[in-house]
């Protein structure tokens, strides 16, 4: 299961911000997932409570939105690409075609990013 090492890669990134920035404790993470990386939203985000149980993000709320395949195309089309046209679309991603003009290589813009978007934290209050 490769969620838990990339929870547990995300979860460093945020420990290490929050120790920078003095924190006291971390109330909340916002992350965006891309539909492209193969993930599972829910066994990120349940990797990622195992991690946090009695540190400083215990109790944090964590926010997940995922985003989806987004292409630029020749034709000049940009936007999200049509899954509904690709039901197979994760494993497929290389070999689909723009939502334009069918055009089977466009530029593939976003999907498979994997970003911590905000970090709300608690100031230690004897600093």
Partial sequence: MHEYSVAMEI????????????????????LEL???THMNPDQL??????????GMMEDAK???VTIP????CQCGYEGVLDNKRH???SNLAFNLGCS??????PNLISGKE???????IELDDHV
Avoid at 11 to 30: G, Q
Avoid at 100 to 105: K, S
Avoid at 114 to 120: A, G, S
């Fill in 11 to 30: 979860y460093e990134v945020i420990l290490k911000t929050a120790i920078k920035n003095d924190a006291k404790k971390v109330t909340s993470v916002d």
């Fill in 34 to 36: 891309g539909e492209l």
């Fill in 45 to 54: 985000i349940f990797c990622l409570e195992i991690l946090v149980k009695g």
């Fill in 62 to 64: 964590i926010n997940l």
């Fill in 69 to 72: 395949p987004k292409i630029k």
């Fill in 87 to 89: 039901p197979l679309i």
């Fill in 100 to 105: 334009g003009c069918g055009n089977p290589v």
């Fill in 114 to 120: 994997i970003n911590v978007r905000n970090i709300k």
